[in-house]
């Protein structure tokens, strides 16, 4: 591996957001099959997220800045500038609503290939 620096807002749109994970080329500096790292802009109204599940390996969301509405199980909440949620596998979750333009970092451990489980249509 070497040294990579760069601007997520500037990085290759098929990404998406994603900085590092086991679905990059092995040969990739951004390969990694310990850890999925992404960022994301996300858009005022935007309700695109599906309730989803990861059966192994937990994640972690912290909101850098703005303002949504996060299903977590059977709750829903409000996240907003500063705050992170821990979401233990096999969790439903999902955004239900962006209220504000909102930047989130999320880190999920292992990097496990198809180990995303959506439970609605």
């Known amino acids: 591996m070497s040294i990579e620096i760069g601007k997520v807002s500037t990085q290759r749109a098929e990404k998406r957001g994603w900085l ?5 080329p092995e040969d990739s500096d951004f390969h990694d099959d310990n850890v999925e790292i992404y960022f994301k802009k996300l858009a005022k109204g935007d ?6 599940k990861h059966p192994q390996g937990n994640e972690y969301l912290v909101v850098i800045s703005g303002k949504l509405i ?3 199980g059977e709750d829903e909440i409000t996240l907003e500038n500063g705050d992170y ?6 969790t439903p979750d999902k955004i239900i609503e962006v ?3 909102t930047e989130i970092l999320g880190v999920r451990y292992p ?5 995303k489980v959506f439970l609605e249509e």
Do not use: K, M, T
């Open 99 to 101: 209220i504000e333009d």
């Open 70 to 72: 996060y299903q977590l």
């Open 85 to 90: 949620v821990a979401v233990p596998g096999d």
């Open 47 to 52: 309700i695109s997220d599906r309730l989803h």
């Open 111 to 115: 990097s496990i290939p198809n180990n």
């Open 20 to 24: 590092v994970g086991q679905f990059f």
